[in-house]
């Protein structure tokens, strides 16, 4: 059973920085892609950003430029950097894996505030 767990929400003032981690129970580089997604309370789920087996990444235009999606492999972590935050930017975010089976983790909450 592949298992992931998110870590590394909190709390953090606009303009802030927060780096999320996401530990696999087997190597990252198994899966097919990964990706961050988010909700906010109220609203409906959405894509962060993703990362390809082979590294290639994409991100939502609403955090392109503020947020990097990286992956170790050896480590089985996937990790999302989000630098500049925005109030909006508050949310649960969930670590997300596709290989034949698509996987989530719990959550973690992140909370952009002043």
């Known amino acids: 059973q592949v298992q992931l767990v998110e870590s590394g929400g909190g709390y953090v003032q606009p303009g802030g920085s927060l780096r999320l981690s996401c530990a696999a129970s087997?190597?990252?580089?198994?899966?097919?892609?990964m990706g961050w997604y988010r909700q906010a309370p109220g609203k409906e789920r959405e894509l962060v950003a993703t990362?390809?087996?082979?590294?290639?990444?994409n991100h939502a235009d609403s955090v392109r430029g503020r947020f990097t999606i990286s992956k170790d492999n050896a480590k089985k972590t996937l990790y999302l950097q989000m630098n500049s935050l925005k109030p909006d930017d508050t949310a649960v975010y969930y670590c997300n894996a596709i290989n034949t089976n698509v996987y989530w983790g719990q959550g973690t909450q992140v909370t952009v505030s002043s």
């Open positions: 087997i190597n990252v580089g198994y899966f097919n892609a």
């Open positions: 990362i390809t087996s082979s590294g290639k990444t």
